[in-house]
């Protein structure tokens, strides 16, 4: 049993919704056990230079973690964005960009706004789960309103954390178990079973290619999972 008396290849608890905020287009809300992310997704109709007349649309991130959002008060970003901030605002969209064709998007710019309200652990990957939500609701009012007349997915995507704690690899890890784990990893997967990011870091001794096997094992189990919870909050 684990800190929270999961097992080892059990999720957190999580609680996932469509539709959060009424502003944007898109929005979702995710849960994942003590940790708690807002997505948005707002749409402009220009996109950026690089893309101009070439008939495609383009999928951006932002990332943010709150100031009160753990025990330790964070600052914001108000002038530079953090080098793990970047990190992971390219890692978002690079996931919701590969499962999209970006042509069937109109000339249109989609923005994920991606804030964490509680953090104890994966606050990336659950961005990532919840982004996709944002997304798919937007484009589907899109499509209502015939501004985009294909569906352009491709695939569903879902990220979840694993590691090895304690010589044991788990499947999503809590803030508790991620530090002090002997190996992190973060995992981005579609629901074809295809691989879109891999980040694995040996904490402490190098791992071997069974370990990480064990570990892949488990994150396309939860990822799995998740992905169905993604399809049931879309349906309702």
Do not use: H
Not at 8 to 19: G, H, I, M, Q, T
Not at 68 to 87: F, H, L, M, N, P
Not at 189 to 203: F, N
């Amino acid at each position: 049993m684990r800190i929270d008396k999961r097992k080892a290849n059990d999720l957190r608890k999580v609680k996932l919704k469509k539709n959060y905020i009424k502003g944007p287009l898109g929005s979702a809300y995710i849960e994942m056990g003590n940790t708690k992310v807002i997505c948005t997704c707002s749409v402009e109709n220009r996109v950026p230079p690089f893309l101009r007349d070439k008939k495609q649309g383009w999928i951006t991130a932002e990332y943010g973690m709150l100031p009160g959002c753990t025990k330790r008060r964070i600052q914001r970003d108000r002038r530079k964005v953090s080098g793990r901030t970047a990190e992971i605002q390219r890692l978002i969209g690079r996931s919701l960009r590969a499962v999209v064709d970006m042509e069937k998007l109109s000339e249109s710019t989609f923005y994920l706004d991606c804030d964490v309200i509680q953090a104890d652990g994966g606050t990336r990957t659950a961005s990532i789960t919840a982004a996709f939500v944002a997304l798919s609701e937007a484009i589907e009012k899109m499509k209502k309103q015939g501004k985009i007349t294909e569906n352009p997915f491709k695939d569903d995507v879902a990220a979840i954390s694993v590691g090895i704690v304690d010589g044991k690899p788990m499947l999503d890890l809590c803030y508790e178990e991620d530090s002090t784990a002997d190996v992190d990893m973060n995992v981005v997967m579609t629901d074809s079973g295809k691989y879109i990011e891999i980040q694995g870091t040996a904490e402490s001794a190098p791992f071997s290619s069974e370990e990480m096997d064990k570990l892949l094992k488990l994150a396309a189990k939860g990822i799995k999972e998740l992905i169905e919870l993604q399809k049931q909050a879309l349906k309702k």
